[in-house]
């Protein structure tokens, strides 16, 4: 069992201080590495899914929350304002206000919808001490969220496509998830009065659940304030479940803010919003990366993805010219010379690296490299270039094998 709190420190991926504070998190280079390629991920499964990409301020003034709602269902969760001047502001608990004023700030017609808007965002959350762990439980969030604004017959469509998307993300990652739970709302007040925008959303995700075929279960008590939602959970290795993943339908907003579109008949008409979050918070999603793959993370997420290896310091020459060719095709890579010890030493030191290159005398004379790969196999000394288009075409696919077809593959 993996503790990524551990893990993380260990491989050098991030770590605290007290004078940042609980709950805010820093990120080592290693650490920042897995992060930009998972938002890199992200943003370019969102740009062929057509989504626009926006950036909002992570402050807004207690209006913005007054009227989003925010304010009376949401308070004990956020930060206290901070006055300027005559003005209150507060360190945002969500995207979403932001979104519906972007979207409200310009008209629209009903052939724009669905409008699909997306932003990989930071967000506050005062989380009480007692609560903080690790990655999974912050302060300072940085989310990956979208809104998609349509009509009414087109929210199943688009609530279908994000579950797709989610389904693909997590392929790539190489997690699973625990199980996938329609959230609905519980007894108690904290929920926007207004059973008629529940009853039609529920149905609308329990309609789009039916239709995916997933299996799923019924929670009371889970839904966002403003409407039920889609849960994707995942578990911990002591089976602690949380939510990754979200596809949420909102009545709510649109109705607070005055959104509308123009539609075919020349009338004002109100959209609905769609919430959507694909790999959830990134500091989640990493958390849960580190103890599902111990730190030996699908290539494409690797912080480093090639150790390149010369067996006598009379390839060092070798080995950093290959490291520069890495970095001209976007791979992350490192040279370590035997300073850092003997061959099979260094090997083991990069255990959890995807590729080891190996440059021995012979290799050196030919521009040839030897590849070991994580898994244990052994690929016959290839062409340089060979190697590295090889590899770069199984990162770039995002894919969670090593390599693919390989006959003259043998393992150790």
Not at 38 to 64: M, N, T
Not at 132 to 152: E, P
Not at 293 to 313: I, K, M, R, S, Y
Request: overall charge negative; charged content about 25%; proline content about 7%.
């Amino acid at each position: 069992m993996y503790d990524h709190r551990r893990l993380g420190r260990e491989l050098d991926l991030f770590d605290t201080d007290p004078l940042i504070g609980s709950g805010l998190p820093y990120w080592l280079p290693g650490g920042a590495a897995v992060r930009h390629a998972l938002e890199e991920y992200v943003r370019s499964a969102e740009q062929r899914a057509g989504y626009r990409h926006v950036h909002s301020p992570v402050l807004g003034k207690r209006e913005l929350y007054e009227i989003s709602g925010h304010w009376s269902h949401y308070s004990d969760d956020m930060f206290p304002p901070m006055k300027l001047g005559a003005e209150e502001v507060v360190l945002r608990p969500s995207l979403c206000p932001h979104h519906a004023l972007i979207y409200r700030s310009r008209p629209h017609s009903h052939r724009e919808l669905p409008l699909r808007m997306a932003e990989l965002g930071g967000m506050y959350r005062s989380e009480l001490s007692g609560v903080l762990g690790g990655l999974t439980r912050v302060r300072a969030i940085h989310l990956n969220d979208a809104h998609v604004f349509c009509t009414l017959d087109q929210v199943a469509a688009e609530a279908g496509a994000a579950l797709e998307m989610i389904r693909d993300a997590y392929a790539a990652l190489g997690i699973a998830p625990a199980r996938y739970r329609l959230s609905l709302p519980g007894p108690g007040g904290k929920y926007v009065d207004a059973p008629e925008k529940w009853r039609r959303s529920t149905e609308l995700l329990t309609e789009v659940l039916d239709r995916s075929g997933l299996p799923y279960e019924a929670a009371e008590g889970e839904a966002a304030f403003y409407g039920p939602k889609i849960d994707v959970q995942i578990a911990d290795p002591a089976g602690r479940e949380s939510t990754l993943s979200t596809v949420q339908v909102d009545f709510h907003q649109p109705e607070r803010f005055d959104l509308a579109y123009i539609g075919a008949d020349g009338a004002k008409h109100r959209p609905v919003m769609v919430h959507r979050s694909i790999i959830g918070s990134v500091e989640r999603a990493v958390a849960h990366l580190i103890e599902r793959h111990g730190g030996a993370f699908p290539a494409w997420l690797a912080p480093v993805q090639v150790a390149v290896l010369p067996v006598t310091e009379e390839q060092l020459p070798q080995a950093e010219a290959l490291v520069r060719r890495c970095a001209g095709l976007g791979l992350r890579a490192e040279a370590t010379g035997p300073d850092r010890g003997g061959l099979g030493a260094r090997i083991r030191d990069a255990r959890l690296v995807p590729y080891q290159a190996v440059i021995g005398p012979a290799e050196a004379a030919d521009d040839r490299v030897a590849i070991r790969l994580r898994d244990g196999r052994r690929l016959d000394a290839l062409p340089a270039g060979e190697a590295l288009a090889g590899i770069a075409a199984q990162v770039e696919a995002h894919s969670t094998v090593l390599w693919d077809g390989a006959p003259n593959a043998l393992r150790t």
